[in-house]
């Protein structure tokens, strides 16, 4: 069972944004300006959404096995090249992976330290994820689905159905409380059904019901 960290106070939030902030020209504009959207959105909650983004990513195969985030972003910030000196992202990390070393003994355990490394990282695997994808990976989205215990491969189907319907996956919170109109529940009631078709083929539609019922 995961566990829920211990938020963030405040100042620790702004310690945190000004430390990627100065980070700017070691990891290059697209991670600094992507990290501070990733600490505001998931802060408290980011070492559980970590998780997640790591799971899912390895179903993607857009992380391998060993990957961790925060080795990624440890390794973001020792390293000579940018995403931007890349054509691809997956290239990047293959770079990081590959050709950046980092003694994980010596790297400070100081929580903001640690935080920034992570935000980096986790930045890094969520714009690969979404690049695979072709699509924008929903920091509400991910924020809420990490509180239902879904399996990393329903999650993964359930952000491909999105990208195809054009409908915001940010309203999944707004479907689970029961706050959307008959026909927008309807909309994406079919949306979860898609994905999880897709996750587990050999169910049958009632079996895919009724699971989309328990998790959602």
């Keep these: 069972m995961l566990i829920m960290p211990t938020p963030l106070i405040p100042l620790n939030l702004s310690m945190i944004l000004s430390a990627i902030s100065k980070l700017g020209a070691t990891v290059g504009p697209m991670i600094a300006k992507y990290a501070p959207i990733v600490i505001k959105a998931l802060g408290e909650y980011l070492p559980k ?3 997640l983004v790591e799971a899912v990513s390895l179903v ?3 992380l391998k096995p060993n990957d961790k985030v925060e080795e990624l972003g440890a390794k973001a910030m020792a390293a000579d090249k940018k995403p931007e000196d890349f054509d691809q992202i997956n290239d990047y990390i293959n770079y990081l992976r590959n050709e950046v070393d980092v003694d994980e003994a010596t ?16 930045s890094i695997a969520l714009k690969a ?5 072709n699509t924008d990976i929903s920091l509400p989205f991910l924020s809420k689905v990490s509180e239902l215990g879904i ?7 359930i952000i491909k159905s999105y990208a195809k319907s054009g409908l915001n996956p940010d309203d999944v919170e707004a479907y689970i409380d029961g ?4 026909g927008e529940s309807k909309k994406h009631s079919s949306i979860l059904v898609d994905a999880y078709h897709n996750a587990y083929p ?8 009724q699971a989309v019922m328990k998790d959602f």
């Excluded at 706050?179 to 008959?182: A, E, F, G, I, N």
């Excluded at 050999?202 to 019901?209: A, G, H, K, L």
């Design 60 to 62: 993607a195969n857009v």
């Design 49 to 51: 959404i970590i998780q």
């Design 151 to 157: 399996e990393s491969k329903v999650i993964l189907e």
């Design 179 to 182: 706050d959307l109109t008959l």
């Design 107 to 122: 790297l400070s355990q100081d929580p903001i330290d640690k935080t920034v490394r992570q935000a980096i990282g986790t």
């Design 202 to 209: 050999s169910m049958t539609s009632q079996e895919i019901e």
């Design 129 to 133: 994820l979404g690049n695979e994808l």
